[in-house]
């Protein structure tokens, strides 16, 4: 298993009689970029919702089958749902700012997990370096978040994520709601986080996903289709799907 | 094409008219209580006790007793209402048994308010042996708030996006936490104003409080929660309809009506400023 950070097992997933993934098997390697790619209602938020355990509060939702972070059961009786969701981060398709200053946004969850007052102000200043957002808001920390721009807020979602330090960073469609500048910004922050964190990405851009994925996960109607490096699935996948899929046939 | 501008003026005219003769309703009723109030309104009658077998002197203990009484109300209704509502928004999965509460809550907003005062009357004053007493008078209001507080609490929890909700619980916080740090603060304008709007209406009103405590006139005002009160629409009906000298008092009902409106609209202007501060700022 070493190299691997994430992985599903068997998965199933339900909502209501409606089978929305059809056992999924699949391995996330550790600081590396998976994309997740298919055609919309394939199921890909789903998958990817079920690491950080966000289906817990629909209540019409139904897992089979094990997921793993390392060796740590996600869905093991006795393991914390909070503290799984701090070591898997996840960042939302629409920047989602709390509605509290840009520094709170940050602080909040550090107060709520118990981080030394006084290492605070440094880890908010570090991860909002890390994001590409200091130099914008250095000044402006008591601003509310909504009031910045909205890739200005999609990065301090991202800043929020990493100040917590998780393996994993899950992130759904993140610059779909964006211009290309910001789009850009976020990818060259994407390959840089990729040195601390383990990201599986969700995108619709296939230039994107050939940007910025070593591993690309190619899904179809809840099916896990084609699962290789970037190169083989852009250049010359085996299945004849995903072939039509990258070349634009069917969306 | 020409029938379509009939059509179109027609309803215009329709539309507007409609809202004109409301308005002028409201206006014609605003104009005559108050033209015939404002005489007999001075400093004298807010702050002083009514003298001479009410045919003088003021309302201090009718305004003093309708704050207290809505004052116990508000202490009662709101941390159970708002509670109640976090509990259906929040916590209960959907399915019959939630919605046959929640239909029930909304019945219990169209019973009439005369039942709330018997069942008040039955439980406070009787079974629980509060007396006729402020505190039974204020829970019985505070009965009537509940499912109004209820609904619009719930109503403006609903109003906070779901994505919010997920974009703490993915910082690993609890789902109290989530709702005590992010969907209350969010969701407090819209809480504020059902809430204000409510204790507005309960306080206009007579039939819960005419068999649980109201009395038609105290002496001394007493701080006590088992003490009989004044109330300011009770007041009003006593010496619009009650009083033996009936003519003679009718400026100072007018002038009590004058009073009662006008502590209405001030709960409802900051009930309005409530909601205007906060569409401002998002
Ligand atoms: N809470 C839910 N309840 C019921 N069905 C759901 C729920 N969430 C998603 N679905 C269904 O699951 C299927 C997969 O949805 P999902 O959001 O995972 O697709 P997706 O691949 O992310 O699509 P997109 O690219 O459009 O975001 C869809 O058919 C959707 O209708
Ligand atoms: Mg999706």
């Keep these: ?251 | 094409m020409e029938k379509k501008r009939i059509i179109g003026l027609f309803s215009g005219l329709v539309l507007g008219g409609s809202t004109l003769i409301v308005v002028l309703f409201l206006g014609i009723i605003l104009w005559d209580i108050f033209s015939k109030g404002f005489p007999s309104l001075s400093w004298n009658f807010v702050s002083s006790f009514p003298t001479n077998g009410m045919t003088q002197g003021g309302i201090l203990p009718a305004i003093i007793g309708t704050v207290l009484l809505t004052f116990i109300t508000t202490l009662f209704s709101v941390p159970f209402g708002v509670a109640c509502a976090i509990y259906l928004n929040e916590y209960a999965r959907p399915n019959t048994l939630t919605n046959v509460i929640r239909a029930s809550i909304r019945n219990l907003a169209g019973v009439p308010s005369i039942i709330y005062g018997l069942f008040g009357l039955a439980l406070f004053v009787q079974a629980l042996n509060f007396g006729t007493s402020i505190l039974s008078a204020g829970l019985t209001l505070g009965l009537l708030s509940l499912p109004y507080i209820i609904t619009t609490t719930e109503e403006a929890l609903k109003r906070i996006p779901n994505s919010l909700r997920e974009a703490a619980l993915a910082l690993g916080v609890t789902q109290f936490e989530t709702i005590k740090d992010v969907v209350l603060p969010k969701a407090l304008p819209g809480i504020l104003t059902g809430v204000i709007l409510t204790l507005s209406r309960a306080a206009g009103e007579t039939a819960p409080i005419l068999f649980t405590g109201v009395a038609f006139f105290i002496n001394g005002i007493s701080a006590s929660p088992n003490q009989e009160f004044m109330a300011l629409p009770y007041h009003l009906y006593m010496l619009s309809t009650q009083h033996n000298e009936i003519e003679q008092v009718r400026p100072l009902a007018y002038a009590t009506a004058s009073v009662l409106i006008l502590l209405v609209f001030l709960l409802n202007i900051i009930a309005f400023y409530v909601r205007f501060k906060n569409r401002t700022q998002d």
């Excluded at chain 1, 509290?100 to 909002?128: C, F, G, M, V």
């Excluded at chain 1, 994407?190 to 969700?202: A, C, G, P």
Aim: glycine fraction near 6%; hydrophobic fraction near 35%; proline fraction near 5%.
């Design chain 1, 1 to 251: 298993m070493d190299g691997i950070k994430l992985r599903a097992e068997n998965l199933n997933l339900y909502f209501g009689q409606k089978q929305i993934l059809k056992n999924i098997n699949i391995e996330f390697p550790k600081n590396q970029v998976t994309s997740l790619i298919g055609p919309s209602g394939c199921g890909k938020s789903t998958l990817l919702r079920s690491f950080n355990r966000m289906h817990d509060l629909s209540p019409d939702a139904r897992i089979e089958g094990k997921l793993f972070l390392d060796e740590l059961d996600l869905y093991g009786r006795k393991n914390s749902v909070t503290d799984i969701r701090k070591r898997i981060g996840m960042v939302f398709q629409k920047p989602n700012p709390l509605p509290k200053s840009i520094y709170e946004n940050l602080s909040y969850a550090l107060n709520i997990h118990n981080y030394p007052k006084q290492d605070i102000p440094n880890l908010i200043e570090a991860a909002l370096r890390e994001s590409f957002l200091w130099d914008e808001v250095k000044d402006e920390m008591k601003k509310p978040a909504v009031k910045l721009s909205g890739g200005q807020q999609q990065r301090l979602c991202i800043a929020r994520t990493v100040v917590l330090r998780p393996e994993v960073i899950l992130m759904d469609e993140p610059c779909s709601a964006l211009d290309p500048i910001s789009t850009k910004k976020i990818e060259e922050l994407i390959l840089k986080l990729k040195e601390d964190f383990t990201i599986v990405i969700v995108t619709h851009n296939m230039q994107q996903a050939q940007r910025i994925s070593n591993k690309v996960a190619f899904m179809y109607l809840g099916e896990l289709i084609e699962y290789d490096t970037s190169d083989t699935i852009f250049k010359h996948p085996n299945n004849e799907l995903t072939q039509r899929y990258i070349g634009g046939y069917f969306g």
